[in-house]
């Protein structure tokens, strides 16, 4: 793995990823201060423990990251016009997928996230064995 493409992973989770998670963690718990979220977090401190974990969940599911990195490596590319540098190097050409480098046991979320990425190795895990199943064998590169 590179070290800028590792730096640039380790920002985009602490400051996509995380911050989203923990602003919506501090929102459940009934620990937001500001005025604005005052009615919202009432009603949300209304919810049951399931229903805050579901919540939870679909957080996890729908932050942006896949496709603001998808969007990044199709500019790259393309030779389009945006261009993201770590250290003077273009992140998107040391990777073959940038959007992948989150996903799996030894991605960006399981490495570099203070949540639990229990569901993503879970589906990482999948991806792996359906992998396997379709082309046999064990590919040690997988996942």
Sequence with gaps: MSEPLDKFGAFIVENLHDKMLYE???LLRGGCKAPELQELQSRVCTFTDAQKHLIQELAERIIGMHDLLFAIQEQADAAGGVRLLVEGQEIAKLSDGLQGEIF???GWI???SKYPARTEVERSRWAKDQIQKMFGGKDEDVG
């Design 24 to 26: 919506l963690e501090m």
């Design 110 to 112: 399981v490495r570099f």
């Design 104 to 106: 799996g046991e030894d």
